[in-house]
C-alpha cells in the first residue's frame, strides 16, 4: 500500500472511530480545535455545527463544542471563534498565474484605471529609458474598460520614439511605432484567430484581440531576457501568498505550458505548506501557441501528450495535474466570442475562432484516449456547441464512465439540444459568476441582444438542466466574495441586475465556490465541504454571510484563512 493510500486509510479508520459516541474513551487528541462558531459543512447531516478538531491536516471531527473539546490534549491549540461564520475554503476554479516566465521589462500598470494616468505612465517610462527601447505593461479589465483605451494616436504623443506594447485581457495594445516595426500597415488583413481594430476610415487603431493579434504586433520586439528559475519560483510564491487574504485554500491554474511545470514544482517543494493548494491544467499548443497551422497544431499537441508520462491526477495534496486546456474562441474584454448569431450592430461578424471542430476533435480524442481529463474555453454559444459536440463524438466513439470534462466559462447561452447533450454526457461547467459583476456593463452588455442578456452568464438555466456548475475568477475580479455576491444579486459594477432569472440561492453559491470545484477536479472525497476525513482547509468570516444584507457580502472581512489546519493568513484586528 502507498504512502497516500495508507495515509487515507489511517484517516478514514480513525474518522469512523471518532463518529461513534465513545468520544471521551479514545486517545486520540487533535492539534488543534477551532470551537464556538458557526461551522458550515457542506456535508450531509448538521448544516451548521459549533466546533471543528483537526490532526495531521485532516478534519477528524465536527459537531458540538461539548463533543469536540473531549479531543483537546496538553499540546492542542484551541481556537475560539467567538461565534464566528466558517466556510470550506475557498476553491476557485479558474486562475492564471502570470510571471512565471514573465518578461523582466513589464511594467505593472494593472491600478491604473484612468486614460489620462497611463498616458502618464508610459510618458515616465519613456523618459526613463533610451530612445528605441520597448516599453511593456499590463491593464485590467475592470480598470481600464475598453471606452478608456488610448489609440495608438495617443499614445504615439507621449512615446515617439519608444515602441509600445500594453497587455490587457485579450486585447493588446501598440503604437505607431510598433506597427511600423511589425510590419502591420492599414491593409494588413486580421490574423486567423484574431482581430485587427479599425476606425471609421479603416484604420488600424492600434488594438489587436487574441493571441493571434498580440504576435502580429510582437513579431519585431526582442526576446525577453532569459527569467531566472529563482526569480519565476518567488512570483509565482507571491501570487499564490496573495490569494490567501481571500479565503482562497484551492485553485485550478487553467493552463501552464509542459515547459513551465518545473517552476510551480519546485515553488512547491520549497514553499508549498504555506500557500494555497494548486491543481494545474497543462496548456496544448492549439489555441495558445499555433493557430496558423492546424495540422502542424495537432501535431505538436500529441506529440506533447504522448511525450508526457503522466496523466490527470498525477501528484500529490498540495499540488496537482488537472485537465487539458485549449481555447475555442475570444473573449468578452475583447468581444471576440463566438457566437452562433451575429453581434448587435455587426451584421458580419461572429467572433474569433481559434481552432477549428476537426482540429479539436483530433486533439480531444487522443487525449482523452491516454486518459487525461478535458477543460476547454468556450465562450460564446457557438464554441460552446462545437465544444459539446466534440466531447459527445468522442464520449460515442470510446464511452469513458468519469471522464468530468468540462467547459470554461459557458458565457453565453447555447441551444436548448447542446444542453441536453451537456446532461446526457455529464460535462460539467467551470463557470466565473464574477464575470456577470465585472464585464457585464463593459462588455456584455454592448455586445448581446437583450433577450441575450438576460441569461448571459448563465447559472440557472444550468442547473435546470442538471448540470453540475462550479464557480471560479478568471481573475476578474478575483475575490470568491464578489462571485458569490454576482451570482445571488446578479448585478453589474454599475448596480444595475444582469438577467435576474438567472440568480443563484445563496447556499448553493457557497456551494459552487467550494464543494463543486473539488468535484470538477475529482477530489469531491478531499476537500469542499467539513467533515471527518477531509482536508482541514477553512476561512473564518468576520460576518455571517447566511444572514447578512446580501449588498454586504463583498465586504465581508476575511479574517482567517486556513490550510491543513494551519492558520495561513489572519487579519489584523
Given amino acids: 500500500m502507498g504512502y497516500v493510500a495508507r495515509k487515507a486509510w489511517i484517516v478514514g479508520a480513525l474518522c469512523t472511530q471518532l463518529a461513534s459516541s465513545a468520544w471521551a474513551q479514545t486517545p486520540v487528541t487533535a492539534d488543534v480545535i ?33 463533543q469536540v473539546h473531549k479531543l483537546a490534549g496538553a499540546t492542542t491549540r484551541i481556537v475560539d471563534l467567538k461565534g464566528r461564520t466558517v466556510l470550506p475554503g475557498f476553491y476557485d476554479n479558474h486562475i492564471h498565474l502570470g510571471g512565471s516566465g514573465a518578461d523582466p521589462r513589464q511594467q505593472d500598470w494593472s491600478a491604473i484605471n484612468s486614460k489620462a494616468d497611463l498616458l502618464a505612465a508610459l510618458s515616465a517610462r519613456a523618459a526613463a529609458l533610451p530612445k528605441g527601447s520597448w516599453i511593456l505593461g499590463t491593464l485590467t479589465n475592470e480598470n481600464m474598460p475598453q471606452e478608456k483605451l488610448p489609440t495608438r494616436w495617443e499614445m504615439d504623443r507621449v512615446t515617439p520614439d519608444h515602441p509600445v506594447v500594453l497587455e490587457r485581457g485579450h486585447i493588446t495594445l501598440g503604437n505607431s511605432l510598433t506597427m511600423k516595426l511589425s510590419g502591420v500597415t492599414d491593409a494588413t488583413p486580421a490574423p486567423v484567430g484574431g482581430d485587427i481594430d479599425r476606425n471609421a476610415k479603416g484604420q488600424a487603431i492600434g488594438w489587436f484581440r487574441e493571441g493571434a493579434g498580440k504576435r502580429m504586433i510582437t513579431s519585431a520586439m526582442p526576446p525577453a531576457p532569459p527569467n531566472p528559475d529563482e526569480v519565476a519560483e518567488k512570483g509565482l510564491k507571491a501570487q499564490l501568498e496573495a490569494l490567501l487574504p481571500l479565503g482562497i485554500t484551492s485553485i485550478n491554474v487553467a493552463g501552464m505550458r509542459p515547459n513551465t511545470l518545473r517552476w510551480i514544482q519546485q515553488t512547491y517543494a520549497r514553499w508549498g505548506e504555506a500557500l494555497p493548494r494548486s491543481t494545474v491544467q497543462l496548456r496544448l499548443s492549439p489555441g495558445h501557441d499555433s493557430y496558423d497551422d492546424p495540422a502542424k497544431g495537432v501535431a505538436a499537441s500529441i506529440a506533447e501528450l504522448e511525450n508526457l508520462s503522466f496523466i490527470t491526477g498525477f501528484g500529490g495534496d498540495r499540488l496537482r495535474l488537472g485537465a487539458v486546456k485549449m481555447s475555442i474562441d475570444g473573449g468578452f474584454s475583447a468581444a471576440a466570442f463566438y457566437t452562433i448569431e451575429p453581434y448587435p450592430n455587426h451584421d458580419d461578424y461572429h467572433g474569433v475562432v481559434r481552432i477549428d471542430q476537426d482540429t479539436l476533435y483530433k486533439v480531444a480524442k487522443r487525449a482523452d484516449a491516454l486518459g487525461w481529463q478535458l477543460g476547454i474555453h468556450a465562450i460564446g454559444d457557438a464554441a460552446v456547441k462545437m465544444v459539446v459536440d466534440v466531447y459527445a463524438r468522442v464520449l460515442d466513439e470510446a464511452p469513458r464512465a468519469d471522464h468530468r470534462h468540462f467547459v470554461h466559462h459557458l458565457s453565453v447561452l447555447p441551444p436548448e439540444e447542446t444542453l441536453a447533450k451537456m446532461e446526457k454526457y455529464h460535462i460539467l461547467t467551470a ?35 442538471n448540470i453540475e456548475v462550479s464557480y471560479g475568477s478568471d481573475g476578474m475580479p478575483t475575490d470568491p466574495r464578489v462571485g458569490i455576491y454576482a451570482a445571488v444579486t446578479r448585478k453589474g459594477i454599475d448596480g444595475k441586475v444582469y438577467g435576474p432569472g438567472e440568480k443563484v440561492p445563496l447556499k448553493d453559491a457557497i456551494r459552487m465556490y467550494t464543494l463543486a470545484p473539488a468535484y470538477l477536479n475529482f477530489l469531491e472525497k478531499e476537500r469542499g465541504s467539513i467533515e471527518p476525513g477531509k482536508v482541514g482547509d477553512l476561512v473564518v468570516l ?29 487579519r489584523a484586528q
Fill in 431 to 465: 463557470s466565473q459568476p464574477n464575470f456577470t459583476y465585472s464585464l457585464g456593463p463593459h462588455n456584455a452588455a454592448p455586445a448581446l441582444s437583450a433577450e441575450r442578456l438576460a441569461t448571459n452568464n448563465p447559472q440557472m438555466s444550468l442547473i435546470r438542466h
Fill in 34 to 66: 477551532f470551537e464556538r462558531g458557526k461551522i458550515v459543512t457542506n456535508a450531509p447531516g448538521p448544516e451548521t455545527v459549533e466546533a471543528v478538531a483537526i490532526l495531521g491536516g485532516r478534519i477528524i471531527a465536527a459537531g458540538t463544542t461539548e
Fill in 542 to 570: 468576520g460576518q455571517d454571510i447566511l444572514s447578512v444584507d446580501p449588498e454586504r457580502i463583498k465586504e465581508i472581512p476575511i479574517d482567517m484563512t486556513i490550510v491543513a489546519g494551519k492558520v495561513l493568513y489572519a
